[in-house]
């Protein structure tokens, strides 16, 4: 077998990205004890930072280990209960997921949905909270298979006027773009780290308003082999998977640290290291930094006669969306983009599967020297291709964002 030594690829998809350096030396950190102080005393410190990346105040703030479907499933299937109604406004293909996860639990699921490329008015939102009445609104925020950004800030108000619990999948949107647990009135977010937080997949913050976890502690149920004779479990029905079951997770977070799984140190460390990152460059530069990113790829593909999709007024900062040109073979592209230029580049799915290429910029890969390499081999493969553009515009309309001197 030869080393572990794969080319160096600037990861320019949707996610995952390159992690920050110092996320990957964090990653590789001597491991301790799972109930060592040290260690226990770093998960004290994660809650804590977790709670400045959601902008809360809540409690209830730890990590699922797992990729960021893990968090989505944890909250779902911790809250509901079989028959329970649940509202899923679905723009992409993770509203999608949601609701995948949500019928598995045995909800009664119902979806709206806006075509691929838009996202909802909150009076749409409201209009079917009234005619479901549903327990629980789940809802992406960021859908990178869209590249779209549902407004959020409408929805905490709305689900309290109808005693809705109101849960948001924030996965590829959180750190890139503003998210506020507390001030928009959510009771339940899940997050991942492979986007503009910068790190690898494998670890699912997550946040839950106090309403969310009183409501889940009624269905508290100890496993058999850790029950001591204090532990008296709750009328409400058994949460229906182990490894998900919130309140089991709470007791290992929280100070009797009731063991539930072995926690996944190394990814502990490495969600640690994202979340400080984050605060010590500062969230409102962090996003800044990708709306510059984002801004400066959007002109410079626009530069090289790409149609960017969707509702530009919605797009996230961190990805955008572009029509293949029907003159050039849009997986022959990615390939040398990727083969002999080192740069990947995003396919895409469902209805969009063949249509467009998505062109990430975020966590460490949200820099200039990222977004010039990739618009200027792009330029080229382009070319090579048949496709016809003004040469070396779209690096300069780039820089022109950078400068502050583009036209609106
Ligand atoms: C919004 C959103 N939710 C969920 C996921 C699923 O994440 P994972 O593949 O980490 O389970 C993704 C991944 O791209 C995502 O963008």
């Known amino acids: 077998m030869k080393i572990l030594s794969p080319p160096p690829r600037l990861l320019m998809g949707p996610g995952p990205i390159n992690c920050y350096p110092r996320v990957l030396t964090a ?4 491991l301790v004890g799972q109930y060592d102080p040290v260690m226990t005393g770093y998960m004290n410190e994660v809650m804590d930072l977790y709670r400045k990346v959601f902008n809360t105040t ?4 730890l990590l699922i280990d797992g990729t960021s479907r893990a968090g989505i499933e944890a909250v779902l299937v911790s809250c509901i209960e079989p028959g329970d109604k649940v509202l899923v406004p679905i723009f992409g293909r993770f509203g ?6 949500a019928e598995r639990a045995d909800a009664d699921v119902h979806t709206i949905e806006v075509p691929w490329g838009e996202v909802f008015e909150p009076e749409q939102i409201e209009q079917a909270i009234k005619q479901v009445k549903p327990k629980v609104l789940a809802v992406v925020q960021g859908d990178t298979s869209t590249t779209m950004l549902q407004p959020l ?16 999948d924030a996965t590829a949107s959180i750190g890139g773009n503003p998210f506020e647990t507390d001030a928009w009135g959510l009771d339940a977010v899940s997050v991942g780290l492979q986007k503009c937080l910068g790190g690898p997949s494998g670890s699912a913050p997550i946040t ?10 009624k269905r508290h149920h100890v496993e058999a082999g850790i029950r ?29 640290r009731l063991n539930h799984h072995t926690e996944a140190a190394s990814m502990l460390f490495c969600a640690r290291e994202c979340a400080i990152n984050l605060l010590d460059e500062g969230q409102d530069a962090v996003i800044k930094r ?11 593909v626009k530069a090289l006669n790409l149609k960017p999709f969707g509702d530009l007024s919605h797009k996230m900062t961190n990805v955008v969306g572009v029509y293949i040109p029907d003159n050039v073979d849009g997986e022959a592209i990615r390939s040398e983009m990727l083969l002999t230029f080192n740069i990947e580049i995003g396919t895409s799915f469902g209805p969009l599967k063949g249509k467009i290429w998505r062109i990430g910029t975020m966590g460490y890969n949200a820099r200039i020297d990222a977004v010039l390499n990739t618009l200027q081999s792009l330029e080229s493969v382009l070319r090579r291709a048949g496709h016809k553009m003004p040469l070396g515009e779209a690096v300069d309309a780039a820089l022109a964002v950078y400068a502050g001197t583009a036209h609106a």
């Open 27 to 30: 990653m590789s950190t001597q």
């Open 58 to 61: 809540n409690k209830q703030t």
């Open 96 to 101: 999608h997921l949601l609701a995948e996860i």
């Open 153 to 168: 800030e409408a929805l905490g108000e709305i689900c309290q006027k109808h005693d809705v619990i109101f849960y948001s």
């Open 208 to 217: 839950l308003s106090d309403r969310y976890v009183d409501m889940v502690r």
């Open 228 to 256: 001591d004779a204090h532990h008296t479990d709750a009328k409400g029905s058994r949460i229906r998977s182990n490894y998900f079951d919130l309140p089991m997770i709470m007791d290992y977070w929280g100070e009797e």
């Open 290 to 300: 990708h709306q510059l990113a984002g801004d400066a790829m959007l002109a410079g």
